[in-house]
């Protein structure tokens, strides 16, 4: 029986084939458990915690479908661990954000959503505030867009939304950021 | 994080998948938005988290560790002695799903059996001892020890050794050291005789996989 399980194991989950994975998509799928959750350990959390049910499914032989499904796997996973997240600690969430404006600025230093030697600083957190600020439903498509590099049809599917609906919220959550963008411009930030 | 895709994602996508949308002016300016937006490359998470994650395929699956079972020899030991050792129960997916809290328990059993070793035993009423039926007596007449009293037990842990990730029921990752220890049980028969029995334990503690 063990025999068995073991073979089934390494049918289905090689160790090189995972971490090489992991590697190329972990930065984009933490942006996103960023995006989806109020602080920096709560991604961590739920990254690490979908990562698992991923490989957990995998080594089983319950996952249905090939390598090209996992990331969509993930995003779904991402999203419904936030939300249940959300709900099971609503008072410890309360209270974060209670401490977060005293600790944002510290936060946003400490634990950047975009690499800070690639990117422009001032743009950087101005991109960083601007997905924070934007109502969740079009930020989310945002990020598995331009970073996630989703089609709306994937999206869609993430989201259990028309094609057309994440494609509109898309073009209209652009459109906000940029006039975020453009009102620091013209006070002199960009 | 390099992007392979020269073309801006809405110039590309958009008219395809928004229903034969014609892009305006305005997207042409989003388009170069969208360009400025991709040159920030999301940052990697911390090496430690990129470590468990990595190492996920290792980690065993707690329904399928099976604890070593008492060796045949120690079997034979105990039953010289006529203690029988419980079997079986930890082989089942309950003892899995009760794990942590088992665990949390055996840490306060072996904090309690340390704190009583080198005293001197207590002697406790023998009705008492009609709940702990881990074990039965053979040789021993018992039924006689149990008529007087007994002593508290006094544990003593003779090795930990590590047993690697394991992933319980409830999903997050832990580390599992295996704790062998020797509960010695002291009771008293009719005639004042002192009876002692040796009972080996192994409990699993396991300690949640933390990334901060």
Redesign the interface.
């Known amino acids: 029986m ?1 025999k068995s ?1 073991k073979k089934k ?1 390494e049918a289905f ?3 090189h084939e ?2 090489e994975w ?2 190329q998509h ?3 799928l ?2 996103f458990a960023r995006q989806q959750t109020r602080s920096h ?1 709560d991604a ?1 959390d739920i ?3 979908a ?3 991923l ?2 499914k ?3 032989g319950s996952f249905e479908g090939s390598q090209e499904f996992w990331l969509g796997y993930i995003y779904t996973t991402l999203r419904r661990l936030a939300i249940d997240l959300g709900r099971r600690n609503d008072r410890r969430i309360r209270r974060e954000e209670k401490s977060q404006t005293l600790d944002e600025s510290h936060n946003q230093e400490e ?6 030697h ?2 422009d600083e001032e ?2 957190k101005l ?1 960083e505030e601007g997905l924070r600020l934007l109502p969740k439903k079009f930020s989310e498509i ?1 990020v598995m ?3 996630g ?1 989703r ?3 994937e999206i869609g599917e993430v989201l259990g939304v028309s ?2 609906t994440a ?2 919220r ?2 209209y959550g ?2 906000s ?2 006039k975020y ?1 453009e009102s620091h411009r013209r006070q002199g930030d960009l | ?1 390099p ?1 392979s ?1 020269s073309d801006s ?2 110039f590309r ?2 008219p395809q ?3 034969g ?1 014609e892009l305006g002016e ?2 042409f ?2 388009v170069d ?2 360009k ?11 090496a430690e ?2 470590e ?3 190492d ?4 065993t ?1 707690a329904d ?1 560790l099976s604890p070593s079972p008492l060796s045949d020899e120690l079997l034979l030991t105990l039953q010289s002695y006529g203690v029988q050792a419980a079997s079986g129960e930890r082989n089942s997916p309950f003892f899995w799903n009760i794990l942590p809290a088992a665990a949390l328990i055996a840490i306060l059993g072996i904090i309690t059996a340390l704190w009583w070793t080198g005293k001197t035993p207590l002697l406790k009423h023998a009705d008492t001892m009609a709940h702990n039926e881990r074990f039965t007596f053979g040789k021993l007449d018992g039924s006689q020890a149990l008529r007087t009293g007994y002593a508290m037990p006094v544990q003593k842990v003779i090795n930990t050794s590590p047993q690697g990730v394991i ?1 319980p029921s409830d ?3 832990s580390y599992c050291v295996r704790v062998d220890s020797v509960e010695k049980h002291a009771f008293f028969d009719e005639q004042g005789r002192l009876i002692e029995a040796e009972r080996p334990q192994v409990n699993y503690i396991v300690v949640p996989l933390q ?2």
């Open positions: 063990k399980n194991q989950l090689d160790p995972w971490e992991v590697r972990a930065a984009k933490l942006l350990q961590e990254l690490q915690e990562f698992l049910k490989s957990q995998l080594q089983e634990d950047p959503w975009f690499d800070t690639a990117a743009m950087r991109l945002i867009k331009i970073w590099e089609t709306f049809a094609l057309n494609a509109s898309y073009r652009l459109q950021l940029r963008f | 994080m992007f895709t994602v809405l996508d958009l998948e928004g229903g949308y305005d997207d300016s989003l938005f969208e400025r937006l991709m040159q920030c490359s999301p940052q990697m998470p911390r988290l990129m468990i994650c990595e996920m395929p290792s980690y699956l399928k992933v999903s997050s990752p990334v901060y």
